[in-house]
């Protein structure tokens, strides 16, 4: 549990000081950039629960802000060991989106950065993405991947809304179709007709190296 204290620390200090310490403590202790940013995911995921919480809000808006920026440094400080770590080239091309009703893009901004580090071209449509954009950035870019995104509960179902307007327009069978973020489950991927689930960013990358035979 030391480990995930030591985590919501770093995520909630609004000096972003000790984001970078926590971060290169670990790199000379030869800890690969893909653990500490799972670690750092657990620390997310403390901080979702805690202000979705009815019984119980520990968290909130502030330390979502506050959370998701020091993740965004953790990234942008880990980016070079990330890129040593992920091999090849090519892999293929992603389209990104959180999904309509939903602005938060912590968890696909550190997707997205993964998935370069890792050989993906990534084609980010940003947030509050609804169907009509998804099918057309399809149509546009050729994506051999779909990745949505929704951390709001009220805003997960509206994947399903996406996945048909794919089906409608003839386009679900040209593209994988992997879904995430903490409102998401493994069990509502499957509901929805998804290829795959990513728990959080880390596994989102190793989801979409399966779908593609990587």
């Known amino acids: 549990m030391s480990g995930v204290r030591e985590a919501l620390e770093a995520l ?12 290169l403590k670990r790199l000379e202790s030869g800890r690969g950039a893909y653990d500490i940013l799972e670690e750092l995911n657990r620390g997310l995921e403390e901080i979702g629960r805690g202000y979705e919480s009815k019984e119980f ?3 909130f808006e502030s330390d979502l802000i506050v959370s998701g920026a020091n993740m ?4 942008e400080l ?9 091999e090849g080239k090519g892999r293929g091309r992603i389209l990104l989106g959180t999904v309509k009703g939903d ?8 997707l997205s950065i993964l998935l370069q580090s890792s050989g993906f071209e990534v084609v980010d449509l940003g947030v509050n993405v609804d ?3 998804f099918v057309k950035g399809v149509r546009e870019h050729r994506p051999q991947l779909v990745g949505m995104s929704a951390l709001l509960t009220s805003t997960a179902p509206y994947m399903e809304e996406v996945m048909r307007a794919l089906k409608e327009a003839g386009l679900r069978e040209r593209v994988k179709v992997i879904v995430g973020g903490r409102a998401v489950t493994e069990e ?27």
């Open 12 to 23: 909630l200090d609004f000096k972003g000081n000790k984001i970078r310490e926590f971060c």
């Open 103 to 110: 602005v938060h893009d912590i968890g696909k901004t550190v």
């Open 188 to 214: 509502f991927a499957r509901q929805i007709g998804a290829d795959a689930y990513g728990r959080d960013a880390v596994e989102g990358v190793r989801k979409c190296l399966e779908l593609l035979g990587g």
């Open 57 to 59: 809000k520990r968290y």
């Open 78 to 86: 880990l980016r070079p060991h990330l890129g040593k770590e992920g």
């Open 72 to 75: 965004k440094r953790a990234v």
């Open 131 to 133: 169907a009509e954009t």
